[in-house]
């Protein structure tokens, strides 16, 4: 997850802290459904 909280740190200027927290959230949230759904069953 080093990386990827790399990648979300160089958008942080474009963000207000609020906003940066939800989108941060979403960005997570999205990652880990499209993981969940590539995975073997």
Same mark, same amino acid.
């Given at each position: 997850?080093?990386? @990827?909280?790399?990648?979300?740190? !160089?958008?942080?200027?474009?963000?207000? =802290?609020?906003? @940066?927290?939800?989108?941060?959230? !979403?960005?997570?949230?999205?990652?880990? =459904?499209?993981?969940?759904?590539?995975?073997?069953?």
């Amino acid at each position: 997850m080093t990386g @990827f909280g790399a990648l979300l740190g !160089l958008t942080r200027a474009g963000f207000t =802290a609020p906003s @940066f927290a939800i989108f941060t959230d !979403l960005m997570a949230g999205w990652v880990c =459904a499209l993981a969940g759904a590539r995975s073997p069953r």
